[in-house]
């Protein structure tokens, strides 16, 4: 399941990559807690991807794909907006997950990995 064209793209080039083992969307619970509200929350990240490498070693990995603009922090303007509030609740909420989803990788000998329209596109 894709919920946006950035991530039907991640999941096309999964599908043809001789290198991916196996891989799923949204199957992993990672908990984390809400900058917002304090509370624990549930992170579904996007992929989780089974690889062997170029020296043959199996890694494991979880990806989450989101707009660049997401994961900066936004600049605060002159006058404080609701966009500029929503902008910041947004990037928050996200360092958390990125955070906790880093450290559930760690625990497991796994890798997070950031995909932005950056890396899909390879954009500079």
């Known amino acids: ?47 989780y991807v089974k690889m062997k490498t170029k020296d043959d070693k199996i890694i494991e990995m979880v990806l989450e794909v989101k707009p660049l603009a997401q994961t900066l922090e936004p600049k605060k303007p002159k006058r404080i907006t609701k966009r500029y509030l929503e902008e910041l609740a947004t990037y928050g909420i996200n360092q958390a997950k990125f955070k906790a989803a880093s450290a559930w990788c760690a625990d497991r000998g796994w890798k997070f990995q950031l995909i932005t329209e950056k890396n899909i596109f390879g954009k500079k």
């Open 1 to 47: 399941m894709y919920r946006s064209l950035w991530e039907r793209k991640v999941f096309s080039k999964l599908d043809i990559w001789d290198n991916v083992l196996e891989w799923s969307s949204e199957e992993i619970i990672i908990r984390y807690r809400s900058p917002i509200d304090m509370e624990i929350h549930r992170y579904f990240p996007d992929v």
